[in-house]
DNA sequence: TTACTTTTGCTAACACTGTTAACTAAAATA
DNA sequence: TATTTTAGTTAACAGTGTTAGCAAAAGTAA
């Protein structure tokens, strides 16, 4: 009886083209322009046939960030064991995690939720401007004022910048309504932690 | 001659309602939400109205991404003339920013493109804890091997991944084609911070 | 007041989107 | 061969952003 397993082989392989389709569409067009549409124009069947795969877009979507939060930590793996010293484990992890964010780019996005829209728009924000020269501006003076007077501020704007948005992005995405105590104590050591790192 | 005064009153008396209508729209229900046919409803008027005062849709959220700039520029400011040495001037602007995205959760969400489709994903991905632990247990063993072998782990993996992310995110957000040789210069000079903090 | 011009706002449509109900044709089973 | 199951279809619903074309109102000039 070859039947039933011939059957489940040929589901899987409409399942695996919709995939494919589907990640084809999302490199050459970004994530945004994904459409059920189009993967049913690509794979060559009619629409509702995808929704017997997944129940909806969102599902195929949920597929991709899946495999990307595999793919990272199979590269943080294999950079991890490549060192014996835990600090430079993590040095490398680091580098590897930013690679690897810039060399998947669309799997980066799905997996943390990067809409692009704003990206055309932030570039062309005056506002953004003052928000900046605050920021900078108390660098720069913390600086002056320290041992290490010398130090690079526009570097040190960028950490404190990345900090601050990359602890309210990810909190934000975690906790669907607001933020916890221990986020708090996180945000806490992140800042005083760069602030040390400043005053040396 | 105060008819066109009137005109030029009157038109931006239906400006000011689109804004106000779509704010309350992106405040009840979310940015993602937003559509020009509930603005059109809310203000009572028909759908091409809007378009005589914007040129689409995203020159509407383009005007809530300036104003949330604006409103954290004045909020910064403001925390910041409350201290005089410079270290804690940056100390307090970090909580005012965090607390800024947490308060004014849609703002943040449109300066920033955070798009919520991956919140509901990313807390039912398991293998999003393939790299969480990674990145812990590395964290772990760096701490075990410091001369404060008692810190909280879990705390400063929160503090590594957020500097990641926030890096990864906003250098994405500025250059359309992949990172600069400074964007790199940026994640080493973070990456060898926290280490080094983590070493005391 | 009348005739003309400009502005304003509307209806209706186009081209998309995700999703689903209802039906047909093909395949497997009895 | 007749029946049941399943696969795949068309067509539609309810949305989305955006725009062309037209009617009505408002302002201007004679």
Redesign the interface.
Known sequence: MGIAERRIRQKEEIRASILEAAWHQVLTEGWQSLSIRKIADAIEYSIPVIYNHFENK?AI??EF???G??K??DT??EV?IQHI???E???A???A??DF??EH?EY?????????????????????K??TT??IS??E??I??SPDPEA?FF??Y?????????????Q???N?G??TEGDR???K???????????V
Chains 1, 2 share one sequence.
């Not at 960028?158 to 948005?165: A, E, G, K, R």
């Not at 050591?189 to 005053?199: E, M, N, P, T, W």
Request: hydrophobic share 50%; aromatic share 10%.
């Open positions: 969102e979507l949920l960030t899946k495999e939060f595999q990272l930590a943080m793996q991890k010293e835990p600090a484990q993590l040095e992890i680091a580098y995690y930013w964010a810039f780019k980066y996005q799905l997996m943390f939720g990067l809409g692009i829209p704003a990206c055309e728009r932030v570039n062309q924000i005056a506002e953004m003052t928000m605050i920021m108390t660098i003076e913390t002056k004022a690079d570097l040190k960028h950490t404190y910048l990345s900090i601050l948005h990359g602890l309210v992005s990810i934000m995405m975690r669907e607001g933020p104590r996180i945000l050591d992140a800042v005083s932690g760069f602030i040390k790192s400043l005053l």
